[in-house]
């Protein structure tokens, strides 16, 4: 323990430290004279030096905080807690020797320095010496010697001398006056490093000095200082007190290049982005944290800090603890609906003074935003710009485009009137059977000019009202549709179907690579063989004008074959109808393809797209657009200009409880091997002279070859569904050899799914079925049309999917009842699957016509010739009518159904027959890169949240 001084050593230690700021003194003037003289950048600005007379004006005492500082720091209770009075670095009044010697041994470790210690040359750069980086006023040199040399607590006369190292900044009278009655136990604060700073001054007791600032005269002081004017005095001393310091921007944060302040140290620690740089020994924050800095900086009295270049505000205003207002405030406008904006800004006062002026304001207590009229938005704009103090940046332009007119003259409805279109130019057929909201789709479409994104939920018949929409346009066809493979049929006889003024000639189904893209007047193209005609793309005569894309979400990756061979023709047609229940599965950068596909202008540039919509972020290896923001604005956008959305519960009582389809699977996908025993077993059903077993054995051995010629197109269908973001649904087989392949591939996928079919036992149907209902997950379920059509509740899917037919309608209409029975909410989808040249062209007519006599007998409601084509397609060539008879003739024998089972049953591809995976193109496989990335999404199933 060491021994207390004695009052000898006292004297020494005072004698030395006074010699020691008396050299200090000296050498400053020196440093002072010698800038003066070669005429250096820090030549004295004579109006910073005067003070003027508004300045000098006391300050009207009932302004919040005016002066408030100064008046707490008089306070004498506060006075003697060291702690709390701000310490000024520029003291030459250190009260103890230990103070001292800490100002001089700390400056050089401190992130900022005590005046002396910094070159003016630095100044600029660091922030370390701001009275040096002033232009000096013009003041006796005398007087700054005096000040050094001068003992005791501060007095004017010696506060005169410092005059040119302070701050320039105008000061308050009595701010001036009541600093000099500050007690001598506050002059002679060390400085103290960044840490220790902030550990002296804690938060709490930061906030002890801002809130509870006394206002006005309470901080002036009676009589005269040190013989001057009091006036005069004040200010002087002001100048001497204060330090000057400077806010600069640097990228998205800002840096305070300022000498050492404990109390200014103390609120950069309680600010939650501050950081420090060794390097530059500065303090850097976010803009988040300038308002509340710039706020607490104005209280503090020896801190003048000068706002961000274009945040303007003198410096002297920073010094006014009653201007909160005036710490920088930055923020965005955001559309909330299609009548209303929200000021998504921190609290200036100035501006919630300027909300208020506004007629449409409306405060949201919830939210705690001001929201307003889209009419005001223009003129809130105008008005805020000039606070300079606030930044609030208006709506993007694109949304200034969308809702111009609401801008102009703010509509109150929440959707836009949309005229009814003039649909007589279109085949009364399609017109007529469209249901009100097709209609209302239809509208929309031409609205907007045939540009459209149309995403109705999946069924509610967006085929029907883009034919439709097309139809409206076809002046300008010849008209490309681009689908994916499995359906391309099915959208040749929705066009059949629907436009019977369009003959079959005028379609042409693109099936190979050396078919021509523009052979027809409605030319129908898969995605993958689009990206493989690159020539013939290249080589139009003539764009398409009108294009049709269906599942348009397949476009959603800009860097895929696909979305780049369909692009340029997007850009360059009139009309671009886009279909998709599912636009976006996971995030909303993926909409961005299919916004730019409709509204090229809307935003050119994905980066301004990602900014405002998918949360971007930049990371050490470039942005992150993964995420999202201000999706609810995103949604009314689209609305207003790009998509129309509706649900099935929108619309369900315009729904008929089940919707069938007939699915048209593609031929062209059954491999010439499969073609080939087909034909085969057709050619052996029309044999002559063959006895009646013969002519069952040969049906079924067609209806067997059928099955295996299937399996590619089913595969594909059902790859096609989970793609477009089918969660849940039953597929429906009868051979072994169909049902082994589905679910062999969705193995493979790892697809979750579950089989039943006769070999699964009572107990574990039950289970299984369990087990499909309450999966939260996509699931498919793989049934035997004869094992699974009845007892079982699927209600928790709403598609169930044929992909075989079977020629007695009784067990396809009960197999359809798994989904559609009682717990079912929703309209339900069936898709039969039809493939040309195969069995399915005898059985579809057939199952028609057996529920058509159903229905007539009043034996059943279903009516199947409203979603089929039949008449159509069945082939009136004799050779197959005789098929068809002897098909018919099988079935209604009794006994026919039994022995038909029982040989599918016993069903075993073999040596006889050719290999499944023979049947399947190579696209099909599992290891094709294709069928690969189709199930790319799933990888994220899991954070799948729908944007919209
Ligand atoms: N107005 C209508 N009149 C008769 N049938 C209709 C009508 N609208 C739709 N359908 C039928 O409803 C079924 C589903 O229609 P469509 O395939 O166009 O739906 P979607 O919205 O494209 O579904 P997904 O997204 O699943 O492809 C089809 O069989 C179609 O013919």
Not at 162 to 170: C, D, E, G, R
Not at 702 to 711: H, L, M, Q, V, W
Not at 744 to 759: P, S
Request: proline share 7%; hydrophobic share 35%; charged share 25%.
């Amino acid at each position: 323990m060491s021994l207390p001084l004695t009052e000898e050593q006292r004297k020494k230690i005072e004698e030395n430290r006074q010699k020691a700021l008396a050299r200090r003194a000296e050498k400053l003037l020196a440093e002072q004279h010698q800038r003066a003289g070669v005429g250096s950048s820090f030549a004295a600005q004579p109006a910073q030096s005067k003070q003027s007379s508004s300045q000098n004006v006391p300050r009207d005492p009932s302004k919040p905080g005016s002066h408030g500082v100064i008046f707490k720091q008089q306070n004498p209770s506060t006075s003697s807690n060291g702690d709390r009075r701000p310490y000024n670095s520029h003291s030459c009044h250190p009260s103890t020797p230990e103070q001292a010697k800490g100002t001089w041994k700390r400056q050089e470790e401190m992130p900022t320095a005590c005046p002396s210690h910094s070159p003016p040359s630095q100044t600029t750069l660091t922030g370390i010496s701001p009275p040096l980086a002033q232009s000096p006023p013009q003041v006796p040199s005398q007087q700054l010697l005096g000040c050094e040399l001068g003992q005791g607590p501060p007095q004017a006369s010696q506060e005169t001398k410092w005059t040119p190292f302070a701050n320039t900044t105008p000061k308050p009278l009595a701010k001036a006056r009541s600093f000099q009655k500050t007690p001598a136990p506050f002059s002679g604060q060390p400085p103290r490093d960044p840490e220790l700073g902030a550990n002296m001054m804690s938060p709490s007791t930061l906030r002890q000095h801002i809130p509870d600032i006394p206002c006005g005269s309470g901080s002036m002081a009676p009589g005269t200082e040190g013989g001057l004017p009091q006036k005069l005095g004040a200010s002087l001393h002001k100048a001497v007190s204060s330090q000057n310091g400077v806010c600069v921007r640097n990228g998205d944060r800002f840096q305070v290049k300022i000498g050492y302040n404990a109390e200014l140290i103390a609120v950069f620690k309680s600010l939650p982005s501050r950081s420090y740089d060794p390097a530059t020994k500065t303090w850097n924050f976010s803009m988040t944290d300038y308002s509340t800095l710039m706020k607490a900086a104005q209280r503090l009295p020896k801190v003048t800090l000068q706002p961000l270049e274009g945040a303007e505000g003198s410096v002297a205003q920073t010094h006014l603890p009653s201007a909160p207002s005036l710490g920088f405030v930055k923020g965005r406008c955001v559309l909330i609906s299609r009548a209303r904006f929200e000021a998504d800004i921190g609290y200036s006062e100035d501006l919630i003074a300027l909300f208020k002026q506004m007629d449409s304001r409306n405060y949201d207590v919830q939210t705690k935003k001001w929201n307003f009229l889209l009419e005001e938005h223009s003129k809130l704009i105008e008005r805020v710009r000039c606070l300079p103090q606030v930044r609030l940046d208006p709506l993007p332009t694109t949304l200034l485009l969308a809702f111009a007119s609401q801008l102009e003259q703010t509509s109150l409805r929440p959707a836009a009137d949309i005229p009814e279109a003039d649909l007589s130019g279109v085949d009364p057929k399609l017109v007529s059977n469209l249901l009100p909201f097709q209609r209302a789709g239809v509208n929309f479409a031409v609205a907007k000019g045939g540009r459209l994104l149309l995403a109705d939920d999946m069924g509610l018949g967006k085929t029907i009202q883009a034919i439709c929409v097309a139809a409206f346009y076809r002046k300008e066809w010849p008209l490309l549709v681009v689908v994916p493979s499995s359906v391309r049929f099915t959208w040749e006889q929705a066009f059949l179907q629907w436009l019977p003024s369009l003959s079959p000639d005028h379609i042409n189904v693109v099936v190979t690579g050396k078919d021509h893209l523009t052979a027809g007047l409605v030319n129908i193209v898969s995605f993958d063989l689009l990206s493989k005609l690159e020539k013939q793309l290249k080589q139009l005569k003539s764009p398409f004008k009108v294009v049709i894309i269906d599942e348009s979400h397949f476009l959603k990756n800009s860097k895929t074959a696909r979305c780049r061979a369909a692009t340029p023709l997007l850009k360059v047609a009139n009309r671009v109808i886009l279909l998709s229940g599912t636009p976006a599965m996971s995030r909303p950068a993926e909409l961005y393809t299919q916004i730019l596909a409709v509204k090229p202008t809307f935003f050119p540039q994905f980066h301004a797209f990602g900014l405002r919509y998918c949360d971007a972020k930049r990371m050490p290896w470039g942005w992150d657009y993964s995420g999202s923001s201000n999706l609810g604005e995103l949604k009314l956008l689209l609305e207003e200009a790009v998509m129309l959305r509706r649900l099935k519960s929108d619309v369900l009582s315009q729904l008929p409880a089940k919707q069938r389809k007939m699915v048209v699977v593609a031929p062209g996908r059954i491999n010439a091997k499969a073609r080939a025993s087909l034909d085969a077993a057709a050619k052996e059903m029309t044999t002559k002279n063959k006895t009646k077993q013969q002519q069952k054995e040969a049906l079924i051995l067609f209806f067997n070859r059928t099955a295996e010629a299937k399996i590619p197109c089913v595969i594909e269908y059902i790859l096609d569904l989970l793609e477009s973001g089918r969660e849940k649904f039953l597929v429906f087989a009868h051979h072994k050899v169909v049902l082994d392949a589905i679910t062999k591939e969705l193995e493979r996928k790892h697809v979750q799914h579950i089989r039943i079919d006769g070999a699964t036992s009572s107990a574990d149907r039950e289970a299984l079925c369990q087990q499909f209902q309450l999966s939260e997950r996509h699931a498919v379920a793989v049934l035997s049309i004869t094992a699974a059509n009845m007892g079982l509740t699927f209600s928790s899917a709403d598609l169930v999917v044929f992909a075989e037919l079977f020629w007695n309608p009784g067990v396809l209409i009960q197999a359809e009842d798994r989904v559609h029975r009682i717990g079912q909410s929703r309209s339900v989808g069936i898709h039969y699957l039809v493939a040309r040249g195969t069995a399915d062209d005898y059985l579809w007519p057939l199952i028609q016509e057996k529920i058509k006599i159903l229905s007539e007998a009043g034996l059943s409601e279903t009516k199947f010739s409203e979603m089929t084509e039949a008449t159509d397609y069945l082939y009136k060539d004799p050779k197959q009518q005789k098929i068809y008879d002897l098909f018919q003739k099988s079935f209604e024998e009794d006994g026919s159904d039994m022995e038909l089972l029982e040989a599918v049953e016993s069903f075993d591809p073999g040596s006889g027959s050719q290999d499944t995976e023979d049947t399947l193109d190579e696209s099909t496989l599992t290891g094709s890169p294709l069928k690969k990335r189709r199930f790319e999404f799933f990888d994220n199933w899991d954070s799948f949240t729908s944007p919209l």
